[in-house]
């Protein structure tokens, strides 16, 4: 019989749900700074707003919560897509962020020196 061991434990999922809760809660507050803590210092963000594509810089998503503040009323859903031991793929279902807004997010994040970071954020707005 071939090898047959799991590599992924239930805290490794933990652990990478942790990291997106901190987006979460950066949103819900409004705070970029605990926003900072949740992606790499040169992460990417990319998806479609209704002006048109948003692309580039993890700081346009600071540009935004220091825009529109906090989203006290927000919900999310967070779910692990896939996981290695380095890295993975959480899906962020969101209703309500600071501009009313609904959006479904896909972070990839990537363990360097033993932290998960969000090094790209990928996201689709909903029209209301």
């Keep these: 019989m071939a090898l047959n061991k799991n590599i992924n434990s239930v805290q490794d999922y933990d652990d990478v749900l942790a990291v997106v809760q901190g987006y979460v809660d950066g949103l819900k507050t409004g705070d970029v700074e605990q926003l900072k803590k949740?992606?790499?210092?040169?992460?990417?963000?990319?998806?479609?707003?209704?002006?048109?594509?948003?692309?580039?810089?993890?700081?346009?998503?600071?540009?935004?919560?220091?825009?529109?503040?906090?989203?006290?009323?927000?919900?999310?859903?967070?779910?692990?897509?896939?996981?290695?031991?380095?890295?993975?793929?959480?899906r962020v279902e969101m209703e309500s962020d600071a501009a009313d807004e609904d959006f479904t997010d896909y972070h990839s994040l990537i363990k360097v020196d033993?932290?998960?970071?969000?090094?790209?954020?990928l996201f689709h707005l909903y029209s209301k």
């Design 38 to 90: 949740t992606f790499h210092k040169d992460a990417i963000m990319y998806g479609h707003l209704s002006e048109g594509l948003s692309e580039g810089s993890i700081e346009n998503l600071y540009t935004y919560i220091n825009k529109f503040g906090a989203a006290p009323n927000i919900k999310t859903h967070l779910t692990v897509l896939h996981k290695t031991p380095t890295t993975a793929i959480v």
């Design 114 to 121: 033993g932290a998960w970071k969000v090094v790209a954020k």
